[in-house]
């Protein structure tokens, strides 16, 4: 399974950015999708995530801030990122964990990493 991230990019603070990530290759299902980031120096840590079930989980600084989505047809995560600030700057990788068969284990994939810089 491959995941391709795209939708980084510079903006200024308090602008918005949105993320795209989709999967590809042999999907039976992907239970949960998600976003991770990797600020320089730092721990990479979890950002938000989306049961099949559409269940969601945030990071609490970006609460209220960033919304995740998904499109299961597509095999597709979004992250839309309002109110950015410069604490918000890092690689941002999307995640899968995915079923290859019905009923199989879940195998969790890493998309590439997209930056996104917060800076005036």
């Known amino acids: 399974v491959q995941l391709q991230a795209s939708g980084g990019g510079l903006v200024q603070p308090g602008g918005s950015l949105r993320l795209s990530c989709i999967a590809s290759?042999?999907?039976?299902?992907?239970?949960?999708m998600g976003w991770y980031r990797q600020a320089p120096g730092k721990q990479r840590e979890m950002v938000a995530y989306m049961r099949i079930n559409n269940i969601t989980h945030y990071e609490r600084s970006v609460e209220g801030r960033f919304t995740i989505s998904r499109d299961n047809a597509r095999n597709s995560v979004y992250l839309q990122m309002d109110s950015l600030k410069p604490d918000d700057t890092a690689v941002y990788f999307c995640t899968a964990d995915v079923q290859t068969v019905p009923g199989g284990s879940n195998v969790r994939s890493w998309g590439q990493g997209t930056q996104v810089t917060v800076s005036s």
């Open positions: 290759g042999t999907i039976s299902r992907i239970n949960v």
